[in-house]
């Protein structure tokens, strides 16, 4: 409970016992009014007082002057007791506003504790204590276990576990050693670390979060701009509304005043629209808050309200639906040579090389043979084949090379074994890159060499399917006939292929033109050679938000663990805080206007206005609550 709350409880305690005590001596004068003045003053003396400032400042027609003038009102006709009920009553509606924002303000304080106080630095071999924005690129910095790591680099020493909770939602520890790269905002658990630093504070990755976040509540969705409009009529027309039916039944019918002003008071109470200006924004900033929570960074409301109307979902491809990883799918021998054999020859061949495709292939022996590695001095000599492959003589295992023991590999393309002379063999598979093997007796096999789907996409596509996207597209610059096989693997509806940057903008220019005009399209990308066509969708989603800058920048909605799934946690996070937005327009707008005529015709006294007042806007304020959860 914050200083402000306990203030406003005491204050509400203090005008509770003098309301009571002036309702016990009520007809003692003056006793009972001193009482009933006491409690007025203890529950709302700062409303009066806010209502001379906004007017000063040209703020005429805010829930302090309407408070004001009708509580005065009503102790100008004698009805004190009910003017004192009113304050005291519309403070506590301020008490549950001020708790229900703090909860939802908590979520995004979270978020923005990533902020780090200070970076060890070394400097002239000493450790010096400094903040992080004194940090310039190149120096070294040590992170002990218990702090935040201040800023980007890589690992230059040690090894360690890092909570990225707060970055991407998830509670699995990531585990980071030497030569790895880290990101500013996570936590070091265990092992000290020493770290180069790789970009400056203000270009790392715990600014751009923080700037994204506190610029969040500038954006503002149509429904809140909505409120506003309406707001600044409405209060105005009441207030006019409030001063015919005081003056016109008296002046024109000779009808009593007191009865009128009476009404005219009540009619001013319950036209505050405090729940609908409260509730609202409060919906949004707490819908902001719990995708926060789940590693879904929005830049503004207006976007997470346009991801609860997706009707066309378009992907990129690599890094997006795939890992952007080559990967060993498939090994397949031919003839007396087996798989293990074969994986061991293509890692052999292609020994030196640091191209991706030969690092695949390492990469799968080394998980195929823990604890078994490649002998290096087993090969004689490399020659390398232009456009076609590599050319390796490997000694044979046991074998002396005096003795003759040694094997020709060839390893490469379609065309180094037609080269060799051969033919009967199968051809190359459109879902990847397939290396072909050949010794001097004869074809091998093959390997195939492909970009992996992620892991969570098909559980995020099918999630898109039930949450009512219409159409899943994907748009590639890799060939037509990968981007094909890809697409009819994973159900998508439509895949185009061969696409430069250009292209694929103009293609979601098409696609927006073809979603009905209600709904909205999202681009998924990876943020980094993606931002013209993240930019002209209506929501640009961004993957891989840790350590990269442009996605940050590029898009509306960043991912912050790379998985495509969370763009249906955000779908259900929309939807709910949109629904309980257009809950609290209805229930607010309707009882307000019903308890108004019923004011309006003398058929309703103050204590109603005070619930269609105050009992409305803590309702909803205790609705737009469950944003958050």
């Not at 990531?174 to 400056?200: D, M």
């Not at 209060?235 to 005043?257: E, F, H, N, R």
């Not at 799918?329 to 994986?343: F, M, N, Q, S, Y």
């Not at 999202?522 to 943020?527: K, L, Q, T, W």
Request: one cysteine or more; hydrophobic letters at 45%; charged letters at 20%.
């Amino acid at each position: 409970m914050t200083k402000k709350q306990k203030k406003m409880i005491r204050r509400l305690i203090i005008s509770a016992v003098f309301l009571v005590g002036g309702v016990v001596t009520e007809g003692m004068h003056p006793v009972d009014w001193v009482l009933f003045l006491v409690s007025y003053l203890a529950a709302g003396y700062d409303i009066p007082l806010k209502a001379l400032r906004n007017i000063r400042n040209g703020q005429v027609f805010d829930e302090n002057f309407l408070m004001t003038i009708a509580t005065f009102g009503a102790i100008g006709v004698g009805e004190l007791e009910e003017a004192v009920a009113v304050m005291l009553f519309y403070q506590v509606g301020e008490l549950f506003s001020d708790y229900a924002v703090n909860r939802s303000r908590r979520s995004i304080t979270d978020l923005m504790d990533i902020n780090p106080d200070f970076a060890n630095v070394i400097r002239d071999g000493a450790e010096e204590q400094v903040e992080p924005d004194e940090v310039e690129i190149g120096e070294r910095i040590l992170v002990r276990p218990g702090e935040k790591v201040p800023l980007d680099g890589v690992v230059t020493k040690g090894n360690s576990s890092l909570d990225t909770k707060a970055l991407t939602g998830e509670s699995i520890p990531v585990e980071v050693t030497e030569g790895e790269p880290v990101v500013s905002g996570s936590i070091n658990l265990s092992g000290v670390l020493e770290v180069q630093v790789t970009k400056l504070f203000d270009d790392s990755t715990v600014a751009k979060i923080l700037e994204l976040v506190e610029n969040a509540s500038s954006r503002k969705a149509k429904a809140e701009n909505f409120i506003t409009r309406f707001a600044r009529v409405y209060t105005p027309v009441v207030v006019v509304l409030a001063l015919i039916l005081a003056l016109v039944p008296p002046v024109i019918l000779g009808q009593s005043w007191s009865v009128w002003v009476y009404r005219a008071c009540s009619f001013l109470v319950v036209s505050c629209p405090c729940a609908l200006v409260i509730s609202v924004p409060l919906s949004f900033f707490g819908g902001l808050g719990a995708a926060s929570k789940q590693g879904i960074l929005m830049k503004g409301s207006n976007y997470l309200e346009a991801m609860g109307n997706l009707d066309t979902v378009v992907f990129d491809k690599t890094g997006t639906l795939t890992t952007g990883k080559f990967q060993v799918t498939e090994v397949e021998p031919a003839g007396a040579c087996g798989a293990g054999e074969l994986l061991e020859l293509a890692a052999y061949g292609e020994y030196h090389s640091n191209h991706p495709i030969a690092l695949s292939v390492k990469e799968a022996y080394e998980r195929e043979n823990q604890g078994k590695e490649l002998m290096p001095h087993r090969i004689l000599s490399v020659e390398e084949i232009a456009g076609h492959g590599m050319h390796v003589r490997l000694e044979e295992e046991g074998g002396d090379q005096k003795s003759g023991g040694q094997r020709d590999l060839y390893i490469g393309n379609e065309r180094l074994m037609e080269r060799r002379g051969l033919s009967d063999f199968p051809r190359g598979k459109a879902l990847g890159t397939t290396l072909y093997v050949a010794d001097q007796g004869g074809y091998l096999g093959s390997i195939i060499i492909a970009d992996t789907v992620r892991d969570d996409v098909p559980q995020a596509l099918k999630g898109l399917r039930a949450a009512g996207v219409r159409s899943l597209v994907m748009l590639t610059g890799d060939r037509e006939a990968v981007g094909r096989a890809v697409g009819e693997k994973l159900g998508l509806d439509k895949v185009y292929g061969g696409l430069l940057p250009g292209d694929k903008v103009q293609k979601v220019e098409e696609l927006l033109g073809q979603k009905p005009a209600d709904r909205t399209l999202a681009f998924v990308g990876d943020g980094i050679n993606d931002a013209p066509v993240l930019a002209r969708a209506d929501v640009g989603i961004a993957m891989g938000g840790i350590g990269s800058d442009a996605a940050v920048e590029a898009a509306d909605v960043v991912i912050m663990n790379d998985e495509p799934s969370k763009i249906v946690d955000g779908i259900r996070i929309a939807r709910k805080t949109v629904g309980i937005v257009r809950q609290n327009i209805v229930f607010a707008i309707g009882v307000k206007v019903l308890v108004l005529a019923l004011v309006a015709c003398g058929m309703a006294s103050m204590w109603a206005a005070v619930f269609g007042d105050v009992g409305v806007s803590v309702l909803a304020i205790l609705n737009a609550v469950r944003a958050l959860d």
